[in-house]
Nanobody
């Protein structure tokens, strides 16, 4: 069974940091473009960050650029999102997703993702 399982969410004060992890199982994700999306209450799911095969390229939403860092450990089949200088508007459920159709680019489009985790909640208090 192919799975992506997120962890690391929680409650943090504004200005704080969290590190999210996404562990893959059932297949290797090392050749896939991997993504983080988030969905806040009452809003659509939005792109946060992406990373290509072998960490060749990274992509970030403007809202998180300079504060969040995406990385991957292919040997562990795990994706990470380091989130610093968190703001209340970062509050959302964060999802990792895999797009096996692309390796060297990221489409950043949730409609292209083949695999999704169930999400982890990040709450940033003011």
């Amino acid at each position: 069974q192919v799975q992506l399982v997120e962890s690391g969410g929680g409650l943090v004060q504004a200005g704080g940091s969290l590190r999210l992890s996404c562990a893959g199982s059932g297949r290797t994700f090392s050749n896939d473009a991997m993504n983080w999306f988030r969905q806040a209450p009452g809003k659509e799911r939005e792109f946060v960050a992406a990373i290509t095969w072998s960490s060749l390229r990274t992509y970030y939403a403007d809202s998180v650029k300079g504060r969040f860092t995406i990385s991957r450990d292919s040997a562990k089949n795990t994706l990470y999102l380091q989130m610093n200088s968190l703001k209340p508007e970062d509050t959302a459920v964060y999802y990792c997703a895999a797009d096996p159709k692309y390796s060297t680019i990221a489409t950043m489009d949730p409609r292209n993702m083949d695999y999704w985790g169930k999400g982890t909640l990040v709450t940033v208090s003011s």
